[in-house]
């Protein structure tokens, strides 16, 4: 009986494909499906992947008609997943070998838990681990629910590096992921709102760090209408992804109305601060002499507070 399918979604990964494959093949648990959904690559991704299937009867290659968005050749993926497990693999990323027995095993005998992941490793081309900052992952199998969202959502500020987790399936196609930037963050929140997830101290997935588009971002940025576009979009993405968590919250069944206000009240002050920290971030790395400016006025409440003050007990002693 098949158990697991891993979906890899690939676009023009020659030089990854192969080693993805042979990390799920040749997994210890043996009672999977792979489905490889190709996005009309142009190289010679499509060329090896019918070399693995024609070898290989559990690979089902699929090559998209037309090129479609990279979220779409994700969920494609799901959906065509008759298993009771699913899990994503980036083409350029690869497990190792006893990962999925290690989470299957696991989920069959704690059937509370909706999602196993592990920590993972950055590693580049020469497989030297990379010194990449990692965030947002939990294990919430300790936790009661009200904790496990606070320390996802608000202490966490759930990210995507634990996208890549064994899920039961019929949990994950009722997540919410929606067709922006960062819908993935929101995913996670959706994840974490379900259930409790279960963390691996071990690395069992390692992910390749692949620089390059940041050096081209960086030179268009110099242009005022670029900047301008990242900041509302980067603003939006935060603000979407707390409204998603703040219904996330409001619907979750084991929450008491109590909780839910206090979380929602949380979730409200802590987009606040992350937009006051991106912000200040971004003027200090760029434009000094602005942030300058910023901090200057980030500070008068508190100056003009402690004058007021000041101003009050000089009225009393006088009086």
Not at 48 to 75: C, G, L, M, V
Not at 176 to 187: L, S, Y
Request: glycine letters at 4%; a positive charge.
């Amino acid at each position: 009986m098949v158990l697991v399918t891993v979906g890899i979604p690939c676009y023009n990964e020659e030089k990854y494909i192969g080693r993805a494959i042979e990390s799920v093949v040749n997994q210890t648990l043996q009672d999977i499906e792979i489905i490889i959904s190709d996005n009309c690559s142009i190289d010679a991704t499509d060329k090896i992947i019918r070399t693995y299937s024609k070898d290989d009867s559990r690979i089902a290659y699929h090559r998209q008609p037309r090129q479609i968005t990279a979220k779409e050749n994700f969920w494609t993926l799901l959906q065509k997943c008759q298993t009771k497990y699913f899990t994503w693999l980036a083409a350029d990323d690869f497990f190792h070998l006893e990962w999925l027995g290690v989470a299957v095993n696991f989920l069959e005998a704690n059937p509370d838990v909706i999602m196993a992941y592990s920590k993972i490793d950055m590693v580049d081309d020469n497989m030297k681990i990379q010194n990449y900052p990692l965030t947002g992952f939990l294990d919430t199998t300790q936790l009661e629910p009200k904790t496990a969202l606070r320390e996802a959502m608000i202490k966490r500020r759930c990210v995507s590096d634990g996208a890549y987790g064994l899920y039961r399936t019929d949990i994950l196609r009722s997540v919410v992921c929606p067709n922006i930037w960062c819908g993935d963050q929101i995913m996670m929140s959706h994840v974490h709102s379900k259930g409790a997830v279960k963390l691996f101290d071990q690395v069992y997935l390692i992910r390749t760090f692949r620089d390059g588009s940041h050096d081209q971002a960086t030179q268009k940025e110099k242009r005022w209408g670029i900047i301008l576009f990242r900041a509302m979009d980067a603003l939006l993405v935060d603000i979407l992804k707390k409204l998603y968590e703040i219904r996330f919250v409001s619907f979750h069944p084991q929450l008491s109305l109590s909780d839910k206000f206090t979380l929602t009240g949380e979730l409200i002050v802590d987009l606040y601060q992350i937009r006051k920290d991106k912000a200040m971030s971004y003027l200090y790395q760029k434009y000094p002499s602005l942030y300058k400016v910023a901090h200057y006025l980030e500070g008068m409440p508190t100056r003009l507070q402690r004058r007021w003050q000041k101003v009050m007990n000089s009225d009393q002693k006088m009086t």
